[in-house]
């Protein structure tokens, strides 16, 4: 193995990157995204947790309200968010349909203090957003209601309900799960991905272009070709984690410890870029090896996760400051299984090389 070979490979790609469409488009829109990335959380977080955009609105729903009398309106209107219009149902729903109302809601002339149960039906625009961000507010409204029906039905329970004791909500909880739980680990491994799919291309356009042979016709061995290609693939992982978290901070969002968080995801990085490297060793042709590839990430992807202290779940406590000392042994496991799989693609190179270097698949 000669470094100084690698390192000119490497160069060699990275360098023609220019001309890959698909790659220089994908980290484009990648920043593109990033340099909006308030915007795109707060959109992303809106498809979470729909309430959380309308704790911040100021506008007001119009709610048709039919049927018996009941506490439903009063708690509405003491929502600040809704204006309650009291009119017949029918009325109402065709209301709806011309976008007049928001939402209509029908309370049944069940008696509050019966035994049959009280329905009330809810009327919203179909696959609507603000029909989500309604459907969330009116849980607080549905909610004293149904304390007050329980109230005035206490009389007919036979046993004694068992009270319930749950931990007091924490203001703030939706918005740093879905940052810390769900958009880091998401940008992060966006990049994983593209370079382990980048990496069969650098492999099977050599074949399918016939250049391989120009390339070994110098004192480049070909498992130095392949691990200047893994090289190029990896050293693209870090430079576009890096740029997310640097565009994140400056959007407010903290990393307790950057540099850790990309060291774990270049390991991460270097076993599914090994990976995808033998696919494409084995397959010598794009369209099979990028199919094998994408079912071999979903099955991986799958496995992964099912392990508690998966890397995946180490990214995160790492950005959140949480990781205890069971991150040394995860961390350890990448590291062996990134020298692992390095191995593992030279060895298989060679033998590929002496077999049949120049043979298209």
């Known amino acids: 193995m000669n470094t100084r070979h690698i390192w000119l490979i490497a160069k060699k790609e990275l360098s023609g990157l220019y001309n890959e469409k698909t790659i220089i488009l994908a980290i484009a829109l990648q920043l593109f995204i990033a340099m909006f990335s308030s915007f795109l959380i707060v959109g992303l977080t809106t498809m979470y947790d729909p309430s959380a955009l309308s704790r911040f609105s100021g506008i007001s729903y ?20 809704f204006r309650v219009y009291r009119m017949d149902l029918s009325d109402a729903v065709a209301a709806l349909r011309e976008r007049k109302l928001a939402g209509v809601l029908y309370v049944p002339h069940t008696p509050p203090a019966g035994e049959d149960p009280v329905v009330v039906t809810l009327y919203l625009v179909q696959n609507d957003l603000q029909s989500s961000m309604i459907g969330s507010r009116l849980k607080d409204a549905f909610s004293a209601y149904e304390g007050d029906l329980r109230d005035l039905r206490n009389t007919c329970l036979t046993v004694t309900p068992i009270d319930l004791l749950f931990p007091a909500e924490r203001s703030g909880g939706d918005f740093f799960e879905f940052i810390y739980g769900l958009l880091i680990p998401l940008l992060l491994f966006l990049p994983v991905v593209i370079s382990a799919a980048l990496i069969i291309d650098f492999i099977t356009e050599e074949y399918q272009l016939a250049t391989l042979e120009t390339l070994l016709s110098s004192p480049v061995s070909f498992p130095d070709v392949i691990l200047g290609k893994v090289g190029a693939a990896v050293i693209l992982v870090p430079l576009q984690a890096g740029a997310w978290l640097l565009l994140l901070a400056a959007n407010g969002v903290t990393i307790a410890g950057p540099i850790e968080v990309l060291f774990l995801v270049s390991l991460i990085a270097v076993v599914l870029i090994c990976l995808s490297a033998l696919i494409a060793l084995h397959y010598r042709e ?11 990430l979903v099955i991986v992807l ?13 990214v995160v406590r790492i950005a959140t400051a949480t990781a ?6 995860v961390l350890g496991l990448l590291i062996l299984g ?9 060895t298989y190179a060679a033998y590929v090389g002496i077999k049949a270097p120049l043979k298209e698949g």
């Not at 794009?286 to 071999?296: D, I, K, L, M, Y």
């Open 62 to 81: 119009g709610i048709g309200y039919a049927g018996a009398d009941s506490p439903l309106p009063g708690y509405l209107e003491k929502e600040g968010n």
């Open 286 to 296: 794009r369209t099979n090896a990028q199919t094998v590839f994408s079912v071999g």
């Open 302 to 314: 799958l496995a992964v996760l099912a392990i508690p202290q998966n890397p995946v779940n180490m």
């Open 324 to 329: 205890g000392p069971e991150q040394w042994p």
């Open 338 to 346: 990134s020298i692992a799989m390095l191995a593992l693609v030279r």
